[in-house]
């Protein structure tokens, strides 16, 4: 950016103008697919650009009106010149269960699939501990009525609470929630894993 004006008072701004563009936060985008005149386009999600970009061929990758895709750039648009892309995903009807989420996920450049060492190593401690649910370092629960609180589709069941009145009548409110460190050995694979997803 080359400064055109600068300014001290806070009420009005400096102003620059881009001279050159070095480098692309991403060319990887989502959007809406659609077609007109026997070629595809994309629509982009979130209003980035004002026009449809070109995709090409209307049955590429086998994507339909109204899917939504995901787009490699291969020029992005500028005054003289229209995008144009090439699709790499698509991702399924607009609107269907899941496809949401896939579209924040890839918007978004979220981590989804695991690396192999990973799903090995959690299937590994996975066995380890499976018939270790109780050790002496560990207070023994297994007779008391814990019930767990997450929603049936849950990818997970690590938090759970139990109610129980004691001899002087008062009830006491167990919250439990499950400690991944006891199967998770700090700077494995898995560790590391949890730490680039930024899992707490």
Do not use: C
């Not at 899917?67 to 144009?84: A, I, Q, T, W, Y």
């Not at 009145?165 to 006491?172: I, Q, V």
């Amino acid at each position: 950016v080359r400064m055109r004006r600068t300014s001290r008072r806070p009420q009005r701004a400096a102003e620059g103008e881009v001279v050159q563009v070095i480098e692309r936060a991403s060319d990887r985008f989502v959007g809406i697919y659609h077609t007109a005149e026997g070629e595809g386009f994309v629509r982009v999600d979130g209003g980035i650009f004002h026009e449809s970009i070109y995709v090409g061929d209307a049955n590429a990758k086998g994507a339909r009106d109204g899917d939504k895709v995901v787009f490699e750039m291969l020029r992005f648009p500028s005054p003289e010149m229209l995008g144009e892309g090439v699709l790499v995903e698509v991702l399924g009807p607009r609107g269907e269960p899941g496809v949401d989420l896939l579209s924040v996920i890839r918007q978004l450049h979220l981590p989804d699939e695991f690396p192999d060492v990973v799903e090995n190593q959690a299937r590994e401690f996975a066995r380890a501990h499976a018939d270790q649910l109780v050790t002496d370092d560990r207070l023994d629960l297994t007779q008391s009525t814990i019930v767990t609180i997450d929603p049936p589709d849950a990818r997970d069941f690590d938090d759970a609470i139990s109610l129980e009145r004691d001899d002087k009548g008062f009830w006491n409110l167990g919250v439990f929630i499950a400690d991944v460190s006891t199967f998770v050995p700090l700077g494995s694979a898995l560790d590391n894993e949890a730490r680039r997803r930024g899992t707490s």
